[in-house]
DNA sequence: CGTGATCCTGACCGTTTGGTCAAACAATTT
DNA sequence: AAATTGTTTGACCAAACGGTCAGGATCACG
């Protein structure tokens, strides 16, 4: 039964293999386009191997989803209301394109999830991550009151934010299509773009004449 | 058989209802997850019936997105080398943030087909697709070359442009979900914010320096 | 009103789906 | 090495899946 010592060496082992495995295929086919035999398949064990460690299709993703908000959140839990305000968010942004980058199935996985509508983690939105993004909006309210960041609608620049760079992993095929590159070599021009267009966004204008008028 | 008077009120009728039907269902379950009873019951049809005016599931979802493929590139054709450039960048932005407000749906069936990879609709991206966006970036580069628009990464431009606008119908849940409102109000910050953001990164430094000194 | 073409459906088919289970297998403890 | 616990699997299940088909209903038109 329940055992108090923790989990063993092959539970950590086996519950990682389907966790890696299921975030390929539920971040690549959707909730509902994935089969617990792909997942099975990706992480090398049998199907009613997979119901061993996890009670079922849901409880898969529901773990998954679980483990990656935390994680996902961080960057933004990071903009520091002590900081350069334009140096921060524009920090932030970066932070965001990397994540893109090195974590492009975990960004696929939650698009998914919202684009159908997020039956999964509706609550979530609502609670913890609009608490979230209110706080950072008046952070960034604060900012402008003071006139150290241009004036743009905060919750609307947050979201511009996450669309940018998600974008990259998200429809990654689509850029690369369009881009020929198979490699990462585009995400160095993108972090060059979005510094370049949020920073020109950003900036008090009447630093931006300061610096553009000598 | 085949009838050389073309299609008869009852097809007409039909295989859009069919077509209406599984753009509802495709654009919220993705391929894999959508099911023709599924369909059919949003048609009012059978699932026979459904087989009877397509010849499988794979079909209606090709039929779907090829008629919706060129909609879909309009706006981006209609990028004019014969306006004034920051204008017309902008005209842009603000009709394809119109297409996600008119048709979200369709934004987020594109979605999920590039997010699952684009199996369907690769060839598209590098052939029709690639070439528009190339075009549409050498004019914007030429615009660029003529000092009427400031200097950014064109093919990341239209990236940019298309993550914004298209956030609000694929994250639609999201969006909703942290500003709290069931309309379309948003939709109106979200046209000054684009408006402000792309127009204050895309205007050339001098003519910015000259409005804001004075 | 008849007749040929079009339209529609209930019953059905083979396969795949998520999930169960008893029994075999391996690890650990005593 | 026996006993206990933890791990794995083949065989299986009911439901749902995409798709077929023979035949009945409905339509357009002479």
């Given at each position: 039964m329940t055992n108090a010592t923790g989990p063993t060496r092959i539970q950590r082992r086996n519950t990682s293999l389907i966790l890696e495995a299921a975030l390929e295929v539920f971040s690549s086919q959707g909730f509902g386009g994935a089969t617990l035999d792909q997942i099975a398949r990706h992480a090398g064990l049998s199907k009613p191997n997979l119901l061993y460690y996890f009670a079922s299709k849901e409880a898969i993703h529901a773990a998954l989803l679980d483990g990656l908000l935390e994680t996902w959140l961080d960057p933004l839990r990071a903009?520091?209301?002590?900081?350069?305000p334009v140096d921060e968010i524009v920090a932030y942004v970066l932070r965001k394109l990397e994540m893109s980058r090195e974590f492009p199935r975990e960004s696929r996985l939650f698009a998914n999830e919202i684009l159908q509508?997020?039956?999964?983690i509706g609550g979530m939105i609502t609670g913890e991550l609009k608490r979230l993004v209110d706080e950072k909006a008046a952070l960034i309210a604060s900012w402008q009151a003071a006139g150290?960041?241009?004036?743009?609608d905060p919750h609307h620049l947050i979201f511009s934010i996450w669309a940018t760079t998600q974008h990259y992993a998200d429809f990654d095929v689509q850029v690369r299509g369009i881009l020929?590159?198979?490699?990462?070599?585009?995400f160095a021009r993108a972090a060059v773009f979005l510094e370049q267009l949020f920073r020109g966004a950003l900036m008090p204008r009447e630093d931006f004449v300061k610096i553009h008028a000598s």
């Open positions: 903009l520091d209301p002590a900081g350069e509508g997020a039956p999964r150290r960041v241009a004036q743009l020929d590159p198979a490699g990462d070599a585009h």
